[in-house]
């Protein structure tokens, strides 16, 4: 939850005045951000990256006996954690009040504004949303990755993931004139 206040912190005071701007704008304050959090990190607790011990009952095979199919519980943890996350996310997009008025904020903003919803304060709960959503990946990679302050952002060649994690706290995707 620190992480979602954070987020809101960021939103209000950095991205809000780029609403009326170029999307783009948006994407390059959040990059830049993340190399400057990058650097803050690693000021802090220097360049080396720290092991993230999964518990010793979550690293056992889940299916044991089964060559072909190697998946541990701790992975399987993660799969769950994160379709759970996804359903919560579409659930709420789909079947909320507060869904309804995010795909509309999406969508035309002044539209939404004009029928007497504060637009800012809603842009404000999804970025927090987002930031929160991109912690909880954080966190449940590290087991698998470690932590380190470049990890996410900037993967190894040999990594299995090629974009980076920053870009999920996008705060809109908005088509307005």
């Not at 011990?53 to 889940?62: K, Y």
């Not at 709960?125 to 952002?153: D, E, N």
């Amino acid at each position: 939850l620190l992480l979602a206040l954070l987020g809101v912190l960021l939103e209000a005071l950095l991205l809000r005045p780029l609403y009326a701007r170029d999307p783009l704008e948006s994407l390059l304050l959040t990059f830049g951000l993340a190399l400057v959090l990058e650097e803050a990190v690693r000021a802090l607790f220097g360049p080396v990256g720290v092991p993230f011990r999964i518990p010793e009952g979550l690293s056992a095979p889940l299916f044991p006996g089964t060559p072909f199919f190697f998946l541990t519980r701790y992975r399987a943890f993660v799969l769950g954690m994160a379709a759970l996350a996804g359903l919560l996310v579409f659930l709420l997009l789909r079947f909320t009040a507060l869904g309804l008025y995010l795909r509309a904020g999406a969508q035309d903003r002044e539209i939404l504004s004009a029928l007497g919803t504060d637009v800012r304060r809603l842009y404000t709960l999804a970025f927090a949303l987002g930031v929160y959503l991109a912690g909880l990946a954080g966190v449940l990679a590290a087991g698998q990755l470690g932590l380190s302050p470049t990890r996410l952002l900037f993967p190894p060649d040999d990594a299995d993931h090629p974009l980076p994690f920053p870009l999920a706290p996008l705060p809109h995707t908005t088509h307005n004139t």
